[in-house]
């Protein structure tokens, strides 16, 4: 028998401080670069084609000793019973022994490490001066992008919402987003230290609700792109120079939310090469010809570790794709395990 | 957040019994003949070649409306640090909701349903007169198979015990195995029952350690291989007319414990026929051109629903090449999970 950690979604959103994620996410990013880091096949399975799924994503962390999976299931009917569509659960190893060290409900960490994955595209892609930040999507998702941005650039002083199906969410969420940025991110930090008064600031600007997607686009230093659309909703001609994309949503084959033709005259970079041009935003356009794979100047921790060169000019357009790894989730699973240890939460169970 | 069940060793180990285990394994093999059943493909991965590896099972059993998954982890030189070599996790889905059920140990799970395998193997291949087992190997592994066949066989009078490399582990075990079987297969049933008294007698035989393989592969009906062995320890000379093999010891390329000639004269059977020729015992002998992928005649579970032919004649050879599926190990911590419950064991966490 052994003594594992099991937490709960509820001791995982207490611990987990975005600020510390965007930490691990990059790290992840550069043990990539370094090949410390090791992805294993995904196993994904339909139950019912476009209504219910689950994939099993896993990965070893070589210079961490960690490995494990990530189960996420989706089951689009779920509201009906009251369940959300989305649960996940994560699984972390110890790579030296094979043992099992804890078992995490997936949903916030997921999250949270998808919103820094948009961020560090942004930190290290977008010009340093941006100051506009447009976020395309109202989901659950939008919340964490908008806080790990806001954390991870230095001059943000607008946000602007858009939905593209239902101008209301914008509203609300425009309305609603400051005191969720207090309540569930800058209340992870002790009052009146550094870095609360430096994220408290970051937090207390502009954002509005806006209904015309062209004029936002042009207004626009960085470009976050969260839904689950099929069909572009950011034509190229739009664009002005300079724009930053950080595409999130795109995560299946078929998804698509900015116009490829985007794509014809940015710097691409990715978070995983393979999995980017399989079921990223970036699949469409190299299966329409309009790049090839070579286009893709690096993945981003090749740009972290500065292997690779990011933005070349205030004029470049850039693009980060990002689908997401299993190893954002081990890491971030290692560190929340790490905190629960010191603070003594989470329940400790025998296997 | 979600409730689910945590099941340790102990726990299991106290709550489960062979015969149930038995009926399962047989329900999955019956459920995969008639296509309710699904394999997703398994991840392996070695942490350092011949050292340490991993490996992620998974499929979905659509007619219990249960998937999930095994994750096995294999570090030989666990026993430096007082930890076992082979460490395993289940975890258990509804596949109506993708919730998550249980987590569980697989260690003793996994024991129970490999025996299992081998005896249902017996069942339906091996003569019914048959009254000479000999086991092949004196691992962990061998109690469960003796223990198994012994249950699902009715005329079983001595059972044989083989060392490759050590006789005295066969010494050992057959001094001790007799005692073995009451204290763990026989106490899971009250005292009286006919299903007690049933197994009692099954168990009350003659036990012997042997030492000259040859003399003891002609003396017995049915055979059972469990070694880590990777070249052949029974050669086809020796066999006589009618003997039936379960193969349970190759689950990985490259393995191999009977004379692969042996396929060219017996009448074959597996439990999954893409793992079978690729990792199971049926590997060398489709490798080496002895038999093909086609010659084999069913998977077991089309022999249990008659939608094959077993056995034809009293003088047949037949062999079961058993790799083990997922499925098994799903089905039985689904019975755990339900007994569990009835008895109030187990540890409830939040998810």
């Known amino acids: 028998m052994f003594k594992i950690k099991v937490l709960n979604h509820d001791v995982i959103e207490e611990i987990l401080g975005m600020k510390e994620v965007i930490e691990v996410v990059e790290k992840v990013y550069t043990l990539k670069s370094e090949e410390k880091t090791e992805l294993f096949p995904m196993v994904f399975h339909e139950f019912e084609r476009g209504i219910a799924d689950m994939d099993i994503k896993s990965g070893h962390l070589k210079g961490i000793d960690i490995f494990g999976l990530k189960l996420v299931t989706w089951f689009g009917e779920n509201h009906k019973k009251n369940l959300p569509p989305l649960i996940g659960t994560i699984m972390v190893f110890d790579s030296k022994t094979g043992k099992p060290l804890g078992i ?115 207004l626009s230093d960085v470009i976050i792109t969260a839904t689950p659309s099929r069909k572009p909703l950011i034509m190229k001609k739009w664009v002005k120079k300079g724009t930053h994309f950080s595409c999130v949503g795109a995560d299946m084959e078929g998804k698509q939310e900015i116009d490829e033709n985007i794509f014809g005259v940015a710097r691409v970079y990715v978070d995983d090469i393979n999995q980017a041009v ?18 893709i100047i690096a993945e981003i921790g090749d740009v972290i570790t500065e292997r690779a060169k990011g933005r070349i000019s205030d004029d470049d357009i850039t693009i980060y794709d990002t689908t997401g790894i299993a190893l954002q989730d081990l890491l971030t699973s290692k560190l929340v395990l790490d905190i629960s240890e010191e603070k003594g939460l989470g329940v400790e169970v025998n296997l």
């Open 104 to 218: 995490l409900n997936a949903e916030y960490i997921t999250g949270m490490r998808t919103g820094a994955a948009g961020a560090i595209g942004a930190k290290y892609l977008a010009r340093k001066d941006s100051e506009n930040l447009l976020m395309i999507g109202t989901g659950h998702i939008s919340t964490f992008q908008i806080a790990a941005t806001l954390i991870a650039m230095d001059n943000i002083k607008t946000v602007r919402i858009y939905d593209p199906i239902n101008h209301d969410n914008a509203r609300k969420l425009s309305e609603s987003i400051k005191e969720t940025l207090m309540n569930k991110f800058l209340s992870k930090y002790e009052v009146g230290t550094e870095i609360y008064k430096e994220i408290n600031e970051k937090f207390d600007i502009y954002f509005e609700a806006v209904n015309d997607i062209k004029e936002a686009v042009s």
């Open 278 to 295: 399989n079921v990223g935003e970036t699949e469409i356009p190299v299966k329409k010809g309009i790049i090839t794979k070579e286009n």
